[in-house]
């Protein structure tokens, strides 16, 4: 079983910056996809981040290009996202997820608000 745990959300102001934390059980991130959602109060939840399993390529919605940077240690089992120039609209709950033999797996989520 995989069980994903977000960490790092919270209140900050515009401009600001937050590094959110996705802590893997049950499988090695180095070797499986993992991505970033998001889910703002009355929307759909949107694509923000994914990492690839082999190559670690990455790829980002455009909202984040150029502000967010997804990474992955290895050795902490553990996957990131640094978010910079934080902007209101980025004020959502924010989900790690992971892609193993077919499956999506969740994390709870961490709540992110950017205050102008």
């Known amino acids: 079983q995989v069980h994903l745990v977000e960490s790092g959300g919270g209140l900050v102001q515009a401009g600001g910056s937050l590094r959110l934390a996705c802590a893997v059980s049950?499988?090695?991130?180095?070797?499986?996809?993992m991505s970033w959602f998001r889910q703002a109060p009355g929307k759909e939840r949107e694509f923000v981040a994914q990492?690839?399993?082999?190559?670690?390529?990455?790829d980002y919605a455009d909202s984040g290009k150029g502000r967010f940077t997804i990474s992955r240690d290895n050795a902490r089992n553990t996957v990131y996202l640094q978010m910079n120039s934080l902007k209101p609209e980025d004020t959502a709950v924010y989900y790690c997820?992971?892609?193993?033999?077919?499956?999506?797996?969740w994390g709870q989520g961490t709540q992110v608000t950017v205050s102008s």
């Open positions: 997820t992971a892609r193993v033999s077919g499956l999506n797996y």
């Open positions: 049950g499988r090695t991130v180095s070797n499986i996809p």
């Open positions: 990492i690839s399993g082999s190559d670690s390529f990455t």
